[in-house]
């Protein structure tokens, strides 16, 4: 009986095992975090923690900087969907180039984020965000624990592609 070589070869199931529980274990940070502030704050609170950070309590129906945010509904399906497709190729990526532990550490954060935000989207209809830093009166839009995820991840995955990769 032949094998189908196409699922098979040089496939790392057990690393892809591995780093979906790593992505497991930040998406579980994520939503706890979400919902500790929620619990200690209302929308529109504000807590001073130093001079140029506060906790606050946002909440953004949008993508990133509230891109799209008024756009009537239709784009909360659509990120959360964008969300699971990005989610199904970084596990191909992940089972097929398991032996790049830098790439794959990127792409597990990614992932993270991105299904932690999806699931904010599907299940409240919004991203709950409660970072907010700010100087001389400048406040860098409110983000939270997956959003670091998506941008450390996404960081790392350009510096494997630009100094790492074996092109």
Known sequence: ???????????????????????????????????WVQHQMIVGDSRKITDFFNLVVAYNSGAAFSFLADAGGWQKPLFAGLALVVSFVICILIARKSQEKLLCLGLSLVMSGALANAYDRLTIGVVVDFLDFHLAGYHWPAFNVADICICVGAFIVVLVEFFFSKK
Do not use: Y
């Open 1 to 35: 009986m032949k094998k189908n070589t196409a699922i098979n070869s040089g496939w790392n199931w057990p690393a892809l095992l591995g780093w979906l529980v790593f992505a497991a274990l930040l998406f579980g940070l994520d939503q706890w975090t979400k919902d």
